[in-house]
């Protein structure tokens, strides 16, 4: 079966970017947000397996969309996705709740690896 994930970006090409990396494997894109708020409505909506989520977004931030998707569900496997530089922001992230992080500019192989770890766990 098909690990379900759910793409938080607000950048389109990046979030164009991890679904081609999904695609040739056993991972199902069910939907993509482009902000914060969105990420919350859709994670709701869709209950994904897995949430890849930028930490700089419009509205709210990644790590305050990981603070009330684990109040929501609190099994929640969410990998962060942060740029070079941002690694206060990424342990702020993983104690909010997020359970993995992947460092833009990422390799496929790597975000496979990490988001396989996390669907696993």
Same mark, same amino acid.
């Given at each position: 079966?098909?690990?379900?994930?759910?793409?938080?970006?607000?950048?389109?090409?990046?979030?164009?970017?991890?679904?081609?990396?999904?695609?040739?494997?056993?991972?199902?894109?069910?939907?993509?947000?482009?902000?914060?708020?969105?990420? +919350? /409505?859709?994670?709701?909506?869709?209950?994904?397996?897995?949430?890849?989520?930028? *930490? !700089? #977004?419009?509205?709210?931030? @990644? +790590? /305050?969309?990981?603070?009330?998707?684990?109040?929501?569900?609190?099994?929640?496997? *969410? !990998? #962060?996705?942060?740029?070079? @530089?941002? /690694?206060?922001?990424?342990?702020?992230?993983?104690?909010?709740?997020?359970?993995?992080?992947?460092?833009?500019?990422?390799?496929?192989?790597?975000?496979?690896?990490?988001?396989?770890?996390?669907?696993?766990?």
């Amino acid at each position: 079966m098909a690990i379900r994930v759910l793409i938080a970006d607000d950048a389109l090409f990046m979030r164009n970017m991890i679904k081609e990396v999904f695609a040739s494997q056993e991972f199902q894109v069910i939907g993509e947000a482009a902000n914060g708020v969105e990420a +919350i /409505e859709k994670y709701k909506q869709l209950k994904p397996d897995i949430t890849t989520m930028d *930490i !700089v #977004m419009p509205l709210k931030s @990644g +790590i /305050e969309a990981v603070r009330e998707i684990i109040k929501f569900d609190r099994l929640a496997r *969410i !990998v #962060m996705c942060s740029a070079l @530089g941002q /690694e206060s922001l990424v342990m702020e992230a993983i104690e909010a709740g997020a359970r993995d992080y992947i460092v833009k500019p990422f390799k496929p192989e790597k975000v496979l690896e990490v988001v396989k770890k996390v669907a696993s766990s």
